[in-house]
């Protein structure tokens, strides 16, 4: 029943709610995941410059930043960012951090590398929106430059992820919408979409990214590799 604009509002709304865990200093002051410190060990060794995408009240902005790494930035939740500017200052450290609309990516210059927050991929509805955020990624990002994607892992096709995509894509038809509900695709407190490999990849690559790693262990997590062939974005 809901328009893309809805959807973002209750992706929204969940997140204002989630003062106790996403808000928290300790969890911020926690640092990087054991799967993104390894992902980042394997993969970016040789990144030096970073975009950081759906940064949230600062956690993984101030992990990469304590490694050394310069970091540009982007969020599009108000709360959250108030939150990550108001931690960056307190730690003495400078970075561009950009409010930006839900699923958009601003041109903010070219990268090594970049990494888009914890489980924000799985927020984004629709492979096409999907493809288009990590097109706007590619054109900052030079050639062989790693993307890191977190997000939640489809291991099989429930019956209620049948049932959901079917109800839900005959819904849209009756009302005029031209986009299917896909399977995966969930809204559970926030809307979220359930990925398996093929479907990561085939995003990946249409996006101008190869896959170089895929796993669901502990979370849903892969990295891209941006292909020669694709333009670079260069910012104003």
């Not at 709360?79 to 931690?87: F, K, S, V």
């Not at 939640?152 to 009302?175: C, E, N, P, V």
């Not at 509900?181 to 990561?200: I, K, M, P, R």
Request: glycine share 12%.
């Amino acid at each position: 029943m809901l328009d893309r604009a809805g959807i973002h509002g209750v992706t929204a709304a969940f997140y204002a709610r989630s003062t106790a865990r996403y808000y928290d200093d300790a969890y911020n002051a926690g640092g990087l995941f054991a799967w993104e410190q390894t992902a980042i060990e394997r993969h970016f060794a040789a990144v030096k410059t970073l975009l950081l995408g759906s940064a949230g009240a600062g956690r993984e902005l101030l992990a990469l930043s304590a490694r050394g790494l310069r970091v540009s930035a982007f969020e599009c939740s108000p709360l959250l960012i108030e939150e990550a500017r108001a931690r960056l200052t307190r730690a003495g450290i400078a970075t561009p951090l950009v409010l930006t609309a839900p699923d958009e990516v601003p041109l903010l210059g070219t990268f090594d590398g970049a990494i888009l927050g914890w489980g924000a991929y799985t927020h984004i509805a629709g492979s096409a929106a999907r493809v288009a955020f990590l097109r706007r990624l590619r054109g900052q990002i030079i050639a062989g430059g790693p993307l890191l994607l977190s997000f939640r892992a489809r291991r099989g096709d429930s019956r209620s992820m049948r049932l959901t995509a079917a109800s839900g894509t005959l819904i849209r038809r009756l009302r005029r919408r031209a986009e299917p509900v896909q399977l995966g695709d969930t809204l559970s407190g926030s809307f979220c979409h359930y990925a398996n490999q093929d479907e990561v990849e085939g995003e990946l690559g249409q996006a101008g990214f190869s896959l170089a790693y895929y796993s669901d262990d502990p979370y849903g997590h892969a990295v891209g590799i941006a292909d020669a062939k694709s333009p670079i974005c260069r910012s104003p």
